[in-house]
């Protein structure tokens, strides 16, 4: 708000921030795919469309709902999508491809 940078002038320079849409995308497979990682980043390439990956059954401790434990489930994948904005003509189906692709 207008009062907060009258308030305190260095708060002006946020003014030059801009939003950044975001997707997160969730994978359940039926077989761990992590080779027991809890998350790896990817280095950087303009054509990709996720920055990191989350074996969530690597993350969470103790056991599940149904009395198991996390590290014996398949893995459960997320994947973050920064700037989504770009894939604006692109399915869910076809964003899903690709990150199971980017997963590999």
């Known amino acids: 708000p207008e009062a907060w940078?009258?308030?305190d002038?260095?708060?002006k320079?946020?003014?030059a921030l801009k939003p950044c849409e975001y997707i997160s995308v969730y994978i359940w497979f039926d077989q761990k795919v992590s080779e027991g990682k809890q998350m790896?980043?990817?280095t950087y390439n303009k054509d990709d469309l996720n920055c990191e990956f989350y074996d969530f059954s690597e993350i969470y401790p103790g056991i599940d709902r149904s009395g198991k434990p996390w590290k014996q489930r398949p893995s459960l994948i997320g994947s973050n999508i920064i700037?989504?904005?770009?894939l604006a003509n692109m399915t869910d189906d076809?964003?899903?491809e690709r990150t199971l692709r980017e997963i590999q």
């Not at 700037?83 to 770009?86: E, I, L, T, V």
Request: glycine share 6%; charged share 25%.
């Open 9 to 11: 002038p260095s708060l």
């Open 83 to 86: 700037d989504s904005g770009r």
């Open 40 to 42: 790896w980043a990817r």
């Open 94 to 96: 076809e964003v899903i």
């Open 5 to 7: 940078l009258s308030h």
């Open 13 to 15: 320079s946020m003014e």
